[in-house]
């Protein structure tokens, strides 16, 4: 991996698909890229972020994310990660069209697929079996990016930074004023116009992106709730279901 993010295969002639395999210890990151391949982003261990224009996701070894080619993104630990990236030639694969970034679930055939295809020693026919089962392998599920951008405005970005430190800070916009040196209507007009939320909306998306760390720690349902602003596990696993679009037991599965 070259320090822009772009992946140099080994000798592969002939193979539609080559998978990378690297480590990034906990806070490194590849700044934006791209790449000609379309690329499923996929970490063995810890805590993977991905970033684009199309929103930013989170993704334990349960989930993978198809990136296709040409599309920019930035990729980032958010724990101690072991990466193996599939790598796949867009001309061996013309039957999947998705066109933005898709999540798909990693299912224990995709595991020990990419694991397969990491070999150097498969005979071509051989490889190009198992690259046919690992394509037909790959299962979007209905996760949606929990995105919830920074406010350039220091008044609202004052809210948003504060909340970020501490998510279960549970204080209306009303009492941010004094803090923020704006009042209600003020801060809810700037949370709408520079990050496309209401400040609810973009308070309870942030309290997601704040819990995922916890979840993927493996800490009880009911102390992540807590930690990020919930009375009960029952109404954050309600509120993770609806914008996430899976429970966080789906989302990491234990064991």
Not at 135 to 150: G, I, N
Not at 197 to 208: C, K, N, P
Request: net charge positive; glycine share 8%.
């Amino acid at each position: 991996m070259s320090p822009n993010g772009q992946y140099r295969p080994y000798d592969t002639a002939g193979s539609g698909i080559f998978v990378g395999r690297f480590s990034m210890p906990r806070g490194s990151a590849f700044t934006t890229h791209w790449h000609g391949h379309h690329q499923l982003a996929w970490s063995a261990k810890g805590l993977l972020r991905v970033r684009s224009e199309q929103g930013v996701w989170l993704l334990p070894p349960s989930l993978a994310l198809w990136i296709p080619a040409g599309v920019a993104h930035a990729t980032e630990s958010a724990g101690d990660v072991v990466m193996r990236s599939p790598y796949v030639d867009p001309a061996c694969c013309p039957h999947i069209d998705w066109h933005d970034p898709t999540v798909v679930a990693v299912t224990p055939l995709l595991r020990a697929l990419i694991d397969h295809l990491f070999r150097t020693d498969l005979a071509p026919d051989a490889r190009s079996r198992a690259e046919l089962v690992l394509l037909d392998e790959l299962r979007p599920v209905p996760v949606t990016s929990v995105f919830a951008p920074l406010p350039r405005d220091p008044r609202a970005r004052t809210v948003a930074e504060a909340l970020r430190a501490d998510p279960a800070d549970g204080r209306s916009l009303a009492d941010w004023g004094v803090q923020a040196g704006a009042g209600a209507r003020t801060l809810a007009r700037l949370f709408v116009a520079e990050t496309g939320l209401a400040f609810g909306q973009w308070r309870e998306r942030s309290r997601m992106q704040s819990a995922m760390p916890y979840l993927a720690a493996g800490l009880p349902i009911e102390s992540v709730a807590h930690r990020v602003g919930y009375a009960t596990a029952s109404s954050f696993t309600a509120a993770f279901h609806r914008l996430v679009g899976v429970t966080p037991r789906q989302y990491f599965p234990v064991g």
